[in-house]
Structure formats: structure tokens, C-alpha cells
């Protein structure tokens, strides 16, 4: 049965995956038991958790610690926070990878944002590559931000020629030609609560799309689905992308769960 409450979809037993979600920012420090205790109600049981620099690493470490059965970590360098100290970061970034005690799923937050600040976009390409170079050396799928940077990033991709590179663009804003440039080289596109949006441009890329290239996430504590655009985000509010999603694909809300979520779990390897 589905039912809306407050603007939240109740699933039953559906299980979701949020594959997208920044659960140790700030925004969560008062709540957060509360926050992924309300994501399980609803059917997130998987949240997946993007690295965007030092800054924020042990907070990561903390909540995947802490919630060992729903939350799973990335290790990476966002592009924003590609800066004159990139080297540095990258450093700390392999040191991660490398140490066993905590099992990183992807290569994530990375890419190329021009949005807000261009002054460091030759740093922001080599950060990339060398991000895809790990990548293929620890065998693990790549989370791609762009920003203002969708044919940047999808001709580095191409041009590499590289089968072992895999893994999904996050928060998709592209066209329909350039998800499909995207599915064709084997990534999935990241649908969040921009597709709620009116006018967002996603529902033809989600129409077009096949369904084994898409995925659910939420980018929280940004990006809110409709009723709550405007507040904070979080994984709960997955199911309301899903039932989105849902009427685009002209799928009910059950197999859109399942798809997304054997979506997700194959290819960060979990299950």
C-alpha cells in the first residue's frame, strides 16, 4: 500500500537505496539518529556517502562507523575544494584507499564544476584523471560531478578508452544525447529531487533512459523533492523521487525500488 504523509511516500516493505547523500554535514549534527532512523521507516536501508575533502572525512568515518548496516563510504576529492593544496588532498585521498580498516565503495565526489569559480579549472582536469587512475586501481566504480562541465567530463571519458572505468553521474542535468553518451560508456545516471521539479528537463531524460542506468539519490541536505523544496533534504524523501520517477517511466513505485535499488548494489558491490 502507498500512502503520503507530510509529504513523505510510505512504501511497506520496498526496499530504496539512496546512492547519493551527505549525512555528516552540518545540518545533521542535531538529528541525525532521527534523520536515518526515518530514511529505514520509509525503505532507504542503503545510504551511500560521497567524500568532499579532509575537512570532512572524519565525520564520514564517524557516521559509517556508527551506522555500519545502512551507511557506506566513498573516498574522493569534490572539484570544488580543488584548490592550490590539491596535491596534498590527493595524498590524503590515496591514504584512505589504502588503509583496510574502512572499506570505501567508490570513487567519489569528483569531476569538474565551473559554476562558481573557473580560476582552478586546468587543476580541477588533472585532480579528475588522476581520481579516474584510481579508479581503475582499486577496481571501483567513479562518482561524477559536473557541473557546467557534462561534455568536458564526457569527452575525458571517452577519450581514455578505458572498459575498466565505470560508475554513475551524479545529480544528471544533462539532455537525453548526452545520457545516452553517458549509458554508452557504461555509467548510470544519478536521478534526485530535481526530477520533482517543473521545467527540470529530466523527465525526457528518464522516459528515454532504460532503467538499468538509473539510480536514486537525494544529495543531501541539498536538493529537496517537491513539497519540501526550500528545507533541508534527506534519504527519506527518496520514495517521493522514486514515485516520480514512477510516473515517467510508467512503472509503479514497487518496480522502480527494485530496479534502482539492483542498480545500485551492483555496482558498488554490495550484497
Request: aromatic content about 8%; glycine content about 8%; charged content about 20%.
Amino acid at each position: 500500500m502507498e500512502r503520503v504523509e507530510s509529504g513523505v511516500l510510505h512504501q511497506g516493505s520496498l526496499e530504496f537505496t539512496d546512492t547519493h547523500t551527505h549525512l555528516y554535514a552540518a545540518e545533521f549534527n542535531d538529528d541525525l539518529e532521527a534523520v536515518i532512523s526515518r530514511a529505514i521507516v520509509n525503505g532507504v536501508t542503503k545510504m551511500f556517502l560521497p567524500a568532499i575533502d579532509s575537512g570532512y572525512h572524519e565525520p564520514m568515518i564517524r557516521v559509517v562507523k556508527r551506522y555500519p548496516e545502512n551507511c557506506f563510504a566513498m573516498m574522493g576529492l569534490h572539484p570544488t575544494s580543488v584548490k592550490e593544496n590539491h596535491r596534498d588532498e590527493l595524498a590524503l585521498v590515496a591514504a584512505h584507499l589504502a588503509n583496510p580498516e574502512i572499506k570505501y565503495y567508490a570513487i567519489g565526489e569528483v569531476g569538474i564544476d565551473l559554476y562558481w569559480d573557473k580560476t582552478f579549472e586546468a587543476e580541477q582536469t588533472a585532480v579528475f584523471n588522476d581520481q579516474l587512475d584510481l579508479a581503475v586501481k582499486y577496481d571501483l566504480p567513479v562518482v561524477i560531478h559536473t557541473r557546467n562541465s557534462m561534455e568536458i567530463a564526457l569527452g575525458i571519458l571517452a577519450a581514455r578508452h578505458d572498459d575498466r572505468l565505470r560508475g554513475v553521474f551524479h545529480c544528471f542535468s544533462g539532455n537525453t544525447e548526452q545520457a545516452k553518451q553517458a549509458t554508452g560508456l557504461g555509467f548510470l545516471l544519478g536521478i534526485g529531487g530535481v526530477l520533482t521539479y517543473k521545467n527540470s528537463g529530466l523527465q525526457a531524460v528518464v522516459e528515454n533512459t532504460p532503467s538499468q542506468y538509473l539510480l536514486l539519490e537525494t544529495d543531501a541536505p541539498w536538493l529537496p523533492p517537491v513539497p519540501h523544496r526550500g528545507k533541508r533534504n534527506e534519504p527519506s524523501y527518496i520514495p517521493l523521487i522514486a514515485q516520480k520517477m514512477a510516473e515517467f517511466k510508467h512503472m509503479t513505485v514497487a518496480e522502480v525500488a527494485v530496479i534502482t535499488t539492483a542498480n545500485a548494489l551492483k555496482l558498488f558491490g554490495v550484497g
